[in-house]
Nanobody, 115 residues
Framework: QVQLVESGGGLVQPGGSLRLSCAAS????????MGWYRQAPGKQRELAAV???????NYADSVKGRFTISRDNAKNTVWLQMNSLKPEDTAVYYC?????????WGQGTQVTVSS
């Protein structure tokens, strides 16, 4: 069982930055791929960024060049650095851990980009 706790969301003006954190329980964090997904009101949950257990990253086209995902296996933590935020980035952001047929989700953290 893996438990995930997100933090770092909030209200930010367009063009601003936020850094989301996801802290994971357990001592096998390094074997899991990790991802950040987001869900805007009335829309389906979508991928923002993922990082494999080996550190390979992948991003949605909509966030490339603005968001950076990173992880520290010693701290059981994954981060999402979000720069140049736009109103369309407003969503609940969820952390996901995945390995083989196991998937775990965090409870989500709200990000609102508005002036």
């Amino acid at each position: 069982q893996v438990q995930l706790v997100e933090s770092g969301g909030g209200l930010v003006q367009p063009g601003g930055s936020l850094r989301l954190s996801c802290a994971a329980s357990g001592n096998i964090f390094s074997t899991y791929g990790m991802g950040w997904y987001r869900q805007a009101p009335g829309k389906q949950r979508e991928l923002a960024a993922v990082i494999s257990s080996g550190g390979v990253t992948n991003y949605a086209d909509s966030v490339k060049g603005r968001f950076t995902i990173s992880r520290d296996n010693a701290k059981n933590t994954v981060w999402l650095q979000m720069n140049s935020l736009k109103p369309e980035d407003t969503a609940v952001y969820y952390c996901k851990a995945y390995r083989l047929n196991r998937v775990y989700w965090g409870q989500g953290t709200q990000v609102t980009v508005s002036s």
